[in-house]
């Protein structure tokens, strides 16, 4: 039994999830934590010393982890997460209200190709 828990363990020990828990991550992760959108992203917030426009590459292939990148890491290109998070309407929207330098007319566009954002568009930031 004990064997099968060292192996466990073992295995455990790994995964970028088990390192980021247990405070094991490092820049050495970078290379797998660069394959997943989540965990580029979460590097990148985490990790000194990271390669942003790296981690800004994998995370900005999607809209909700484009928009973090550009709220939470320091460094990210707001231009290059605003092309990723306005490809959603809901995104598009919070990139407009909580990120400096948006483009708010881009926002916009976005948003008016679906009524309940874009009504909340209208509401809250024009």
Request: overall charge negative; hydrophobic content about 35%; aromatic content about 14%.
């Amino acid at each position: 039994m004990m064997k099968i828990l060292e192996k466990s363990a073992e295995e455990m020990g790994q995964t970028l999830w088990y390192k980021f828990e247990n405070g094991l991550l490092t820049i050495a992760d970078e290379e797998e934590a660069c394959k997943d959108p989540y965990w580029a992203y979460m590097f990148a917030r985490t990790i000194e010393g990271a390669d942003i426009k790296r981690c800004e590459e994998e995370a900005c292939k999607d809209p909700r982890l484009a928009y973090w990148f550009a709220r939470y890491v320091k460094g990210a290109d707001i231009k290059r997460c605003e092309e990723e998070a306005c490809k959603d309407p809901g995104w598009a929207f919070y990139f407009a209200t909580d990120i400096k330098g948006a483009d708010i007319e881009k926002c916009r566009k976005v948003t008016a190709s679906n009524e309940y954002w874009a009504h909340r568009f209208a509401k809250e930031i024009e």
